[in-house]
């Protein structure tokens, strides 16, 4: 199976700039569909990033340009850049895994295609 875990949430004020941190274990990174979604209190969740094995990146229209995932395969780290924050970015944001090999690209920005979720980590951005 497969555990992730968030790290890097703060606080922090409009305009500036924090790094999230996923670490990943027991699959590597190098199969696997990874996300990032976030959830703001009375909100619903919100796609923000995949980034899947075979370098297929999208975002979701109210990061595109501020926010940018990397990952680290060799550590099984997948990175979420977050710039220019602004205070409707804060949130809970969970890091996600999806094992399957052959989900269609189209599918990789629903919740439902991810079988496995970090506990999230806070970010909440101060105006």
């Known amino acids: 199976q497969v555990q992730l875990v968030e790290s890097g949430g703060g606080l922090v004020q409009a305009g500036g700039s924090l790094r999230l941190r996923c670490a990943a274990s027991?699959?590597?990174?190098?199969?696997?569909?990874m996300a990032w979604f976030r959830q703001a209190p009375g909100k619903e969740r919100e796609f923000v990033v995949f980034?899947?094995?075979?370098?297929?990146?999208h975002y979701g229209d109210s990061v595109e340009g501020r926010f940018t995932v990397s990952r680290d395969n060799a550590k099984n780290l997948f990175y979420l850049q977050m710039t220019n924050l602004k205070p409707e970015d804060t949130a809970v944001y969970h890091c996600?895994?999806?094992?399957?090999?052959?989900?269609?690209?189209?599918?990789?920005?629903?919740?439902?295609?991810?079988?496995?979720w970090g506990q999230g980590t806070q970010v909440t951005v101060s105006s």
């Open positions: 996600a895994a999806d094992p399957s090999l052959y989900r269609p690209e189209g599918e990789s920005a629903s919740a439902q295609s991810y079988a496995y």
């Open positions: 027991g699959r590597t990174f190098s199969v696997l569909h």
């Open positions: 980034d899947r094995w075979s370098g297929g990146t």
